[in-house]
């Protein structure tokens, strides 16, 4: 077992510095919505209201100990996780390689297929959705390739700001003014075997942040205080994952406000539904607001898509780089890797162009296949290896992290039987 001593006292943190922490973990939760956020919470609350809302919540309270655990293990060793799985074995870091390349070519593949029925919003004539998504691909590979992507994050977190204000607008007057509900009406329960599917789609796994997470470094442990920044990372991790399920939550309620029980269809084309998404904002807000919200949900998605192609490509890169025992990762391999997961991405959108919301559906449910894995793998790295009492995983914590391991792989099961079985 590896050992990192620390003979440091923990230092209480003012209020302005608490204040600081949560900056990162508001702009990572920002970064973890994107295309799930807005189609599942509309089908959400069109089709079964108010319901799902303590499912959301119980699944990301089992999901934060694994977000956790990759912040202890770095703050504690100074190693990227991507390191971590290395030293548990080649077994492990094959499996998050391979985790990881599939993730990362079907999550591009959907969040393109959004962004270009986004696009076409702004296009005055007609264009095939493989066409516009070749096009958000190509502009996607020469940001990265060209090294401008900092600029386009800054935007996309003012982008994010922008598209939750307006949803908070949107809620105030939803409340004032709820939709009239059909008589006819007779809302669909949850606890049934048909919504299994449904449920599974919800909950959808961690966000691509949680894997992202395998490439961010504490530095040399040595020169770490580790009894300062493990509180200021427990607040940037509890803000990540907490903020963005609410916001999950505050758009889910959203639509149950507008759509349960209106007897509104949601469309299932790519740019029906991308019309048919902003229109209900400019239907609550005002006609004003139509093309911002246009505008703000398209960058909110291509940043989104540029942030799955970076990330992942990373991550596979410096995967590559241990598995070959290399002294670091050639900017040429990643690109090549960029290209790689964008290319198969295009492929993919070719067999689900008229789909959207059913691509969107198996790239979710392909999130929440593999996110059991993600976790176990975070749980055995950060209880393999004998860390500061600073940033030890608690009774409490591994006992909380073994519930949601076999809640996630209990729902895994489940869904295996009625997908396969039932």
């Not at 992507?149 to 994010?160: E, F, T």
């Not at 409340?175 to 509900?181: D, E, Q």
């Amino acid at each position: 077992m590896q050992t990192v001593s620390s003979h440091q006292t923990a230092p209480s943190l003012s209020v302005m510095q608490r204040l600081r922490a949560l900056g990162p973990g508001i702009m990572m939760a920002a970064a973890a919505v994107g295309g799930s956020h807005l189609v599942a919470s509309t089908k959400a609350g069109a089709i079964y209201g108010w319901q799902l809302a303590a499912l959301i919540l119980l699944v990301n309270l089992f999901k934060y100990p694994f977000f956790r655990a990759g912040v202890q293990y770095t703050a504690g060793t100074g190693e990227t996780l991507v390191e971590g799985y290395a030293r548990l074995g080649r077994p492990y870091l094959w499996l998050f390689v391979a985790l990881s390349a599939v993730s990362g070519v079907i999550n591009t593949a959907a969040l393109t297929l959004f962004s270009a029925s986004l696009l076409s919003y702004f296009v005055p004539f007609d264009l095939s959705l493989t066409v516009l998504s070749t096009i958000i691909v190509i502009t996607c590979l020469v940001i990265l390739i060209a090294g401008h992507y900092k600029a386009l994050d800054l935007l996309a977190k003012v982008i994010m700001a922008t598209l939750t204000c307006a949803t908070l607008v949107a809620v105030t007057v939803a409340v004032g003014n709820p939709v009239a509900v059909e008589p006819s009406f007779n809302a669909p329960s949850i606890w049934s075997v048909a919504a299994i599917g449904f449920i599974v789609v919800t909950m959808v796994g961690c966000p691509p942040q949680l894997k992202f997470l395998a490439l961010r470094r504490c530095g040399s442990s040595a020169k770490r205080n580790l009894s300062q920044s493990m509180p200021k990372r427990r607040c940037l991790i509890l803000t990540s994952a907490t903020l963005a399920p609410h916001y999950w939550r505050l758009c889910s309620y959203h639509w149950v406000l507008l759509l349960h029980g209106s007897g509104v269809e949601l469309k299932q084309s790519g740019i029906g539904f991308s019309h048919q998404l902003v229109s209900l904002y400019a239907a609550t807000i005002g006609e004003w607001s139509r093309y911002l919200i246009a505008v703000v949900a398209f960058f909110c998605i291509f940043g989104s898509t540029i942030t799955v192609i970076d990330g992942y490509a990373r991550v596979v890169s410096e995967s590559q780089r241990l598995l070959r025992e290399q002294t670091e990762a050639k900017p040429a391999v990643t690109q090549g890797w960029m290209v790689l997961i964008a290319v198969l991405a295009l492929a993919i959108v070719a067999f689900w162009t008229g789909a959207l919301l059913t691509m969107l559906d198996f790239a979710m449910v392909a999130a929440f296949v593999t996110t059991p894995f993600f976790a176990l793998l975070n749980y055995i790295l950060v209880t393999k290896h004998r860390l500061p009492p600073e940033v030890t995983m608690s009774k409490a914590m591994r006992a909380l992290a073994i519930t949601g391991l076999v809640y996630l792989f209990g729902f895994l099961a489940v869904f295996v039987w009625w997908k396969w079985l039932m």
